[in-house]
């Protein structure tokens, strides 16, 4: 059964960093593009990051480049999200995906394959 597992999250000071991961299971996620999406209390969900099957191409939104970083260990099936210089606007519950493809956008309508999410929370 194809299982997506996030981790990683917590509550951390503004400034600070955390690094979300995402490991797959029952499915080799070498043949996937990955996206980290996240959403907060009352706001739509937001793609935050996406990373094509074989991590050569990236892609961020605006909100975050610059201190998001996304990247991916296929050996070890799972995907990073580094996130640097949290403020308190990048408090949600993330969430990543898979898709089927080689290249993946932050459109989460491409995305057929959700984890249950983890939560992060930037407050002093």
């Known amino acids: 059964q194809l299982q997506l597992v996030e981790s990683g999250g917590g509550l951390v000071q503004p400034g600070g960093s955390l690094r979300l991961s995402c490991a797959a299971s029952g499915f080799t996620l070498a043949y996937y593009a990955i996206g980290w999406f996240r959403q907060a209390p009352g706001k739509e969900r937001e793609g935050v990051s996406a990373?094509?099957?074989?991590?050569?191409?990236?892609v961020y939104a605006d909100s975050v480049r610059g201190r998001f970083t996304i990247s991916r260990d296929n050996a070890k099936n799972t995907v990073y999200l580094q996130m640097n210089g949290l403020k308190p606007e990048d408090t949600a519950v993330y969430y990543c995906?898979?898709?089927?493809?080689?290249?993946?956008?932050?459109?989460?309508?491409?995305?057929?394959?959700w984890g249950q999410g983890t939560q992060v929370t930037v407050s002093s």
């Open positions: 995906a898979a898709n089927p493809e080689e290249f993946g956008t932050l459109s989460g309508y491409e995305y057929p394959y």
């Open positions: 990373i094509s099957s074989s991590g050569g191409s990236v």
